[in-house]
C-alpha cells in the first residue's frame, strides 16, 4: 500500500528542486546557471522516486537506477558551480574527477555491489545501497552540492538570501545523507521533515525573484 505521506515528500522535494532550479538558472550567469541546470536535475531524480512510491512497481531496481542517473549528473553541474571561479584549465581537471568519482559510484551501485531498494511494512522507500556505495554518495555530496553552495552563495547579491541559502541547503544536505544511509523507520520520518523544512526554506527564500549575482 502507497504511503501518502511518502509520496507527498518525494512529489514536494521535486518541485521546490524545479522553482529552485528555474531561479538560479534565469540568473544568466555560469555559476547560477550551473545550479540551477543542478537543482532541475534533482526534481527530476526525486520526481522519479515520486512515481516509484506512487505505482511501487515490480522492479524497483531500474525506476531507482533512472532516478540516480540525473542525480549524479546533478552533481557534475554542482562542481562546475563550484569551481566557477577558478581557471577553465583547473575547472576541467576538477570535473574530470568530479566524473570518475560519480561513474564509479553508479558501476559501485549498479553492478558490483547492487543497491536492493525496497520499501518497508510502513510504505517508507529505501535506497538500500552497501556500504562501499554509501561512503560514495558521501563524497559525492560533500565535494560537489556543499562546495557548490558556499560559492554560489558568496555572489548572491542580498546578504540575508544569501545567509537564509546556505543555513537551508545545508540542512537539506545533512539530511539528505541520511535519506541514503539509514534504514530506520522513525528517523526517516523524522528526517522527512527535516528535509521538507529546508526546502520550503529555500522555496520562501527564492519564490519571490531569481538571486541576484555580484562578482567578488
Sequence with gaps: MTNLNVFI??????????????????GKTYAFRMFGIG????AVAFATWSVIVATQPADLTLLTTIGVIPFGLANL????AGTSDFTASTRRNLLVVAA??????????????????????NGLFYFNAEPIAILFYVVVFAGALMPAVHIVTLHIASVRDAMFTRLFFNVVTLSGVVLIVSTNDDLQGLNGYVMLFGLLGLVVTHIRKSPE???R
Excluded at 570518475?100 to 511494512?121: C, E, K, M, Q, Y
Design 9 to 26: 515528500f518525494f512529489l514536494i522535494g521535486g518541485l521546490s528542486f524545479a522553482l529552485l532550479g528555474f531561479r538560479f538558472v534565469s
Design 100 to 121: 570518475l568519482v560519480i561513474g564509479t559510484l553508479f558501476v559501485l551501485r549498479t553492478f558490483v555491489t547492487p543497491s536492493n531498494p525496497s520499501f518497508s511494512d
Design 213 to 215: 549575482f555580484i562578482a
Design 77 to 80: 553541474f554542482f562542481v562546475a
Design 39 to 42: 537543482m532541475s536535475l534533482l
